[in-house]
């Protein structure tokens, strides 16, 4: 059986840096898991960097949306716009079957994240 190869935009994902970077550095578009376990262990100098650029408070790289009605989840690359969403669910399920909000906020709905999701903010009144 060979090795199960990932993609770059796997292996991006797995580095937290953007395809951009990845296809910048030259990964190729198939790394085994061996190869993207051994850049985690000891990383070339531009991911140390990256990496330690992200710590400082950037913005993360990659957001996933996960489903709160079916569990469903997406990686994707997060919005400028989006706000801390309380919950996340497919477009597909009616805004009725997302968790109740807490007693005491208000919630805003924002429809197109990601490819398929509505999010919603509960915020405090
Ligand atoms: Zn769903």
Redesign the pocket.
Known sequence: MSPRMLNRREVAQRLDISIEMAARHEIPDAVSEADVAALEQDPPAWLAQSRANRKKGGRPVWATLT?D????SETVRPKKWWPQFTHV??D??PTSAAPAPAAGTVRSTFDGVGSRFIGFVDAAL
């Open positions: 489903c009605v079916c569990g469903d669910i497919c597909e399920h």
